[in-house]
């Protein structure tokens, strides 16, 4: 019987810099599994951009895309895409300023252009290549997240035309476009609800801007070594970094493993 849920999150979290798994990660996951605890990844992702992950780590639940599409062992239990007219009209907007977008389903993603400098950038510091090319992909069906290439003026200058859909900046290049209001406290909820568990019962790591709501909401919240410092601010605890065994540390101090 399950007791408890952990939530991670997955740069800088599970991954280091490097994007790499440290091997007393893997050892405490497992552990945890073991100890019949949920183990659910919480991240900005698209799904098939972690599936590498699930599988090395044997996760069958997830928040993707900071919330809008939920999976709990195996099966979906929450989807929340962009609208089409939200659609429509930010697509329109990105193509009068000639701005790159990569728009994705939960199984795939396709970039409105070739060859972009600040599309290979981004996507490089999650060791993820370029998309195949499609500008009109956004019309294909279901769209749970866009990512947007350009400097944070430009951003903000869209955010403010676009006032039901939030912009969530995740590298100096680009930023994550999803349904206003949506964030991985949502989905979160949404895999307590199907675990049968209370919110006393779950815990939390990461260590960006988009992990904020998550710690706030969720039982424990715990901040990386590594973390932005306004995500210390709203912990209730702060681990060591990611690449000292950050992860590891923060689970045996609340006897997780």
């Known amino acids: 019987m399950h007791e408890k849920m952990v939530f991670l999150d997955i740069d800088g979290t599970i991954l280091t810099a490097t994007n790499e798994i440290p091997g007393s990660t893997k050892e405490a996951i497992k552990k945890m599994q073991d100890n019949g605890v949920y183990v659910a990844i919480a991240t900005g992702r698209a799904p098939f951009m972690f599936d590498h992950i699930r599988e090395a780590l044997n996760i069958q639940s997830f928040v993707s895309f900071n919330g809008q599409y939920v999976v709990f062992e195996g099966e979906e239990v929450y989807k929340n895409p962009i609208k089409e007219d939200d659609l429509f009209r930010l697509n329109q907007a990105i193509t009068e300023r000639k701005y790159p977008i990569v728009f994705s389903s939960h199984q795939q993603m396709k970039a409105s252009v070739s060859r972009h400098p600040f599309i290979e950038e981004s996507l490089k510091s999650m060791d993820f290549g370029y998309p195949e090319v499609d500008p009109n ?121």
């Not at 769209?143 to 003026?153: N, P, S, T």
């Not at 989905?187 to 815990?203: C, F, I, N, P, R």
């Open 137 to 257: 992909f956004y019309q294909s069906g279901p769209i749970y997240q866009a990512l947007l290439f350009c400097k944070q003026e430009e951003e903000m200058q869209l955010a403010d035309q676009h006032h039901t859909l939030d912009f969530i900046r995740w590298h100096e290049y680009s930023c994550d476009i999803i349904p206003m209001g949506g964030s991985k406290a949502i989905g979160v909820q949404k895999l307590m609800e199907a675990s049968g568990l209370a919110v006393e019962d779950t815990y939390a790591f990461g260590d960006g801007l988009n992990d904020m709501e998550m710690l706030k909401e969720i039982g424990t919240g715990v901040a990386m070594g590594n973390a932005i410092a306004d995500l210390k601010q709203v912990a209730d605890y702060i681990t060591d970094d990611v690449d000292k065994d950050g992860l590891a540390k923060g689970l045996k101090h609340f006897a997780l493993i």
